[in-house]
């Protein structure tokens, strides 16, 4: 095994668990489907276009050498950091909308600002998760002890809760 076939195939299996863990949001249900879509496609678009001539003159160009395991293993590699990009591009335009926030606007400034920067701007300034209301359903944050709209008191759902969650603890 070369050196360039080596550092690809790190890059590779860190591209997976990546791809691994942002695909572990989708169960509950916070990924588009067309992030998924895009990213089920990334992998084997890559992969013909590094197995093509073109892309394999590319690669010659650039130094690498122009065999097919080395065209197959950057196909693979690209093609992982790819779909990876857009289930994380998927993720925040997930959450962006859980959190009733501008979601189109977080994933453009993510897509758009280079380095990740956009990403980590996004986590930095992302807001806490907003929950409904017990008696109007308006979205207030959570821990609140009382809604900003109607003035209805949260702690008493809060104890309702806790007292149910005693109650069935003594009768299971």
């Known amino acids: 095994m070369t050196q360039q076939s080596a550092v690809l195939l790190i890059a590779f299996l860190a591209g997976i668990v990546v791809a691994a863990v942002l695909l572990g949001t989708a169960t509950r249900k916070i990924l588009p489907r067309s992030a998924m879509g895009i990213?089920?496609?990334a992998i084997p678009i890559?992969?013909?276009?590094f197995a093509s001539g073109q892309g394999r003159s590319l690669?010659?160009?650039k130094g690498f050498l122009s065999a097919m395991p080395e065209a197959l293993w950057f196909g693979l590699t690209f093609g992982v950091f790819t779909a990876a990009f857009f289930l994380a591009l998927g993720y925040i335009y997930g959450d962006a909308k859980r959190r009733q926030k501008p979601a189109w606007a977080w994933v453009i400034?993510?897509?758009l600002i280079p380095n990740f920067i956009g990403f980590i701007l996004y986590f930095l300034f992302r807001g806490p998760l907003l929950g409904p209301c017990s008696s109007c359903g308006k979205p207030i944050r959570g821990g609140e002890a009382f809604c900003s709209h109607c003035g209805y008191?949260?702690?008493l759902s809060i104890e309702r809760i806790t007292a149910d969650d005693h109650t069935k603890r003594r009768t299971v």
């Open 39 to 41: 990213a089920a496609l």
């Open 46 to 49: 890559w992969v013909l276009y």
């Open 153 to 155: 008191s949260q702690v």
């Open 59 to 61: 690669l010659a160009t």
């Open 109 to 111: 400034a993510a897509f």
